[in-house]
Structure formats: structure tokens, C-alpha cells
Nanobody
Framework: QVQFEESGGGSVQSGGSLRLSCTASNFTFRNHDMSWYRQKPGKGRELVAVVARSPGNETVYVEKGRFTISRDDANNMVYLQMNSLKISDTAVYYC?????????????????WGKGTLVTVSS
């Protein structure tokens, strides 16, 4: 079945950086739009960023200016570079696949999730 394995989380001070990685398997990665979500303590999952499939690889960010999403179709991986981290970025981060609709500016995710990777930002 479709699987995602997230890594790269950890503890960092406010203003620091982390690079999250996600390895996807058991589906045709290059044919799908990919995304990162996060779940803050006591909250539901929220969309962080999207990178569309080729051609174009359009990127969409909820957190503009601090995060960069990218993908490596040869290795079925998606990345999230996070800079200038804030305490409010503390969350478990997940990747998943789905469909990006640029007309409606909406990402519809599939209901498959990995275990996530925990990011803790402290002062």
C-alpha cells in the first residue's frame, strides 16, 4: 500500500532551520502533487505547502517566505526546508499526496499518512 516516511525533525531554537524529508513508496510518485501538512498540539492537521507534479512543479505556500518545498521524482522524495523557525511552528509534520487545483486554489489530499516527524522550536 501507499507509504510515507518522514524524517529530519528535531529540537531547534527560535530562528533556526531544519530540512524535512519524506520518502514515498508504492505509487507513481511523479504523477501526483505532493504536500506537507502539520499538526500542532491539540489542533487538527493544516496544510503547509504544495509542490505540483511536472511539468511546472508549481509551489504553493501557506507559510510564505520561510519555507521551501521541493521534490525529487527520481528518488520519490519531497523536502521541506524551514528557515527562521518560530515557536508556533512546533508540530508534527507529515507529507502526503493529492490533487492541486490552481483554479480553486485548493489541495485535496488522499487519506494516507505516515507517522510524521516532530519539530520542536524553543526560545
Amino acid at each position: 500500500q501507499v507509504q510515507f516516511e518522514e524524517s529530519g525533525g528535531g529540537s531547534v531554537q527560535s530562528g533556526g532551520s531544519l530540512r524535512l524529508s519524506c520518502t514515498a513508496s508504492n505509487f507513481t510518485f511523479r504523477n501526483h502533487d505532493m504536500s506537507w501538512y502539520r499538526q500542532k498540539p491539540g489542533k487538527g492537521r493544516e496544510l503547509v505547502a504544495v509542490v505540483a507534479r511536472s511539468p511546472g512543479n508549481e509551489t504553493v505556500y501557506v507559510e510564505k517566505g520561510r519555507f521551501t518545498i521541493s521534490r525529487d521524482d527520481a528518488n520519490n522524495m519531497v523536502y521541506l526546508q524551514m528557515n527562521s523557525l518560530k515557536i508556533s511552528d512546533t508540530a508534527v509534520y507529515y507529507c502526503t499526496y493529492g490533487t492541486w487545483n490552481p483554479t480553486w486554489y485548493k489541495f485535496t489530499h488522499m487519506d494516507t499518512w505516515g507517522k510524521g516527524t516532530l519539530v520542536t522550536v524553543s526560545s
